[in-house]
């Protein structure tokens, strides 16, 4: 028998990927782009922590963690003069 550790989650912890968005601040197909990229790139976007009716929801603590390193890496764009 395998011993795994079992990690317990706040149900207010556990988001879906339009949940992320709201509390991001961006549109859902930003969101979803912006997590395609960064795995294609970093693989450092959070693995789902489920995926009940195929929608995958994942743990905020982890999601936010990627956002600041996410935002920490973009390049900074200064506003065109």
């Not at 149900?11 to 990927?17: C, N, R, S």
């Not at 601040?25 to 995926?51: C, H, L, Q, Y």
């Amino acid at each position: 028998m395998s011993s795994q550790a079992v990690k317990t989650i706040a149900v207010d912890k556990i988001v879906g990927l339009t949940d992320i968005a709201e509390r991001l601040g961006v549109t859902v197909r930003s969101m979803w782009n912006a997590i395609n990229r960064d795995r294609a790139a970093t693989k450092k976007f959070p693995e789902p922590i489920a995926n009940p009716g195929r929608r995958p929801v994942w743990d905020w603590d982890e999601v936010e963690k990627w956002s600041q390193e996410f935002s920490a890496r973009r390049p900074k764009v200064s506003a065109r003069k």
